[in-house]
Structure formats: C-alpha cells, structure tokens
T-cell receptor, first 113, second 114 residues
C-alpha cells in the first residue's frame, strides 16, 4: 500500500524568509510525487511533480521540491516566502501504472509580515 | 476556460434523502475521480473512472455510487445519506490518470447531513 506523511499540521514563516513544507512517502515501486495547493473555498491546484530525472523539481509560483530517495522524502521549498503563499499544501504519491493518487493530510502554511 | 464544474457548492440535507452531486469537465479528459476532504484526514478517494462506462472503487466507496455514461460527466450519488457523510467533496479530472497526468479539481461541494 502507498502512503504519504506530512508531519507538520502548520508551518509559520516570516515574509521574505525561506520556507520548507515536509513530506515523506512509502510505495512499493518507483514513486511519482506531486504537490498541490488549496486556497480558501477553492479546489486543489497542481504545483509540481517528480516523475524521474533531476532530483530538484521546479514548479509554479517559484516553488521547488527536492526528491530524496534514500530518505523517501519530497519536501516543498521556496527561497523567499510571500504572504500570498499562505494556503493549505498537500503532498501526493502514486507509483508506476498506478491509477490512485494518495494524498497526505495537508500542511497549513502561514506567511506573516 | 478549461474547468471542472461541480454543483451545488453547498448542500444541506437530512438522513436518508437521496442526493446527487454533479461534476462536469470540458477538457476531454479520460480520467475522473471523486474525493472527500475531512480535517486531519486529508483527501480520500471515493471512486474513479478511467473512461466511459469504466468505474472503480477508491479507498472509501461505502455509501456512494457513481456513473460515467458520457466522458464529460461523473455524478456522485448518495442513495441514503448519513451524518458521517458530512464532508467537503471534490471532483477531479486528468488527461489519462496515473503518474503523468496532474489532476484538475472543481471548487468543491460542502455537504451537511443532519
């Protein structure tokens, strides 16, 4: 069975500081990893994905994520946070040939002035 | 505009009264799916469909039905809703499902069953 863990319910960061939202995963085969963002009263929006290749993946709005196979992690990062980045972030995983995407429980990011 | 449209956005009903939440996408996507979002549990998949007339259970299918009679529509049916189905529901679609197709989500339907 595949699973995703987001160990932090909430992350607080000051505007302009770097941010990290953590994600670890478990799959039996090769992982395919995604980050989605949810703004209030909206559906989830795709940010970025890791399929294969370079371990550092760049996505929308200046976000990037680092895939680490040995630590089974896929942490979301941004060098300089904005107040408008405040939202709920979800990590998700599937595997080769998988039709089901398993989501983590979400991490609320709060960026303050 | 490419989008996934769910209706209604808000729904309050009583236990046992059948209801349908509609979902439509205009992107000619093969894959469609329903999720429920609950605090502390993230998103859990209810049902998914790889193509017309092809549906399969997700992680929490009990108490729900779906149909996929045409590519663009994927309604979620609660034959006899119960209070534990009070939740925020999302419909999503993607080009082909699987690892290479990011999901496009609707704006959600908040269901309350009393």
């Amino acid at each position: 069975a595949q699973s995703v863990a987001q160990p932090e319910d909430q992350v607080n960061v000051a505007e302009g500081n770097p941010l990290t939202v953590k994600c670890t995963y478990s799959v039996s085969g090769n992982p395919y990893l995604f980050w989605y963002v949810q703004y209030p009263n909206r559906g989830l929006q795709f940010l970025l994905k890791y399929i294969t290749g370079d371990n550092l993946v760049k996505g929308s709005y200046g976000f990037e994520a680092e895939f680490n196979k040995s630590q089974t992690s896929f942490h979301l990062k941004k060098p300089s946070a904005l107040v408008s980045d405040s939202a709920l972030y979800f990590c998700a995983v599937t595997q080769t040939g998988g039709n089901k995407l398993t989501f983590g429980t979400g991490t609320q990011l709060k960026v303050e002035l | 505009e490419a989008q996934v449209t769910q209706n209604p956005r808000y729904l309050i009903t009583v236990t046992g009264k059948k209801l349908t939440v509609t979902c439509s996408q205009n992107m000619n996507h093969e894959y469609m799916s329903w999720y429920r979002q609950d605090p502390g549990l993230g998103l859990r998949q209810i049902y998914y469909s790889m193509n017309v007339e092809v549906t399969d259970k997700g992680d929490v299918p009990e108490g729900y039905k779906v149909s996929r009679k045409e590519k663009r529509n994927f309604p979620l049916i609660l034959e006899s809703p119960s209070p534990n189905q009070t939740s925020l529901y999302f419909c999503a679609s993607s080009l082909a499902g699987g690892e290479n197709s990011p999901l496009h989500f609707g704006n959600g339907t908040r269901l309350t069953v009393t």
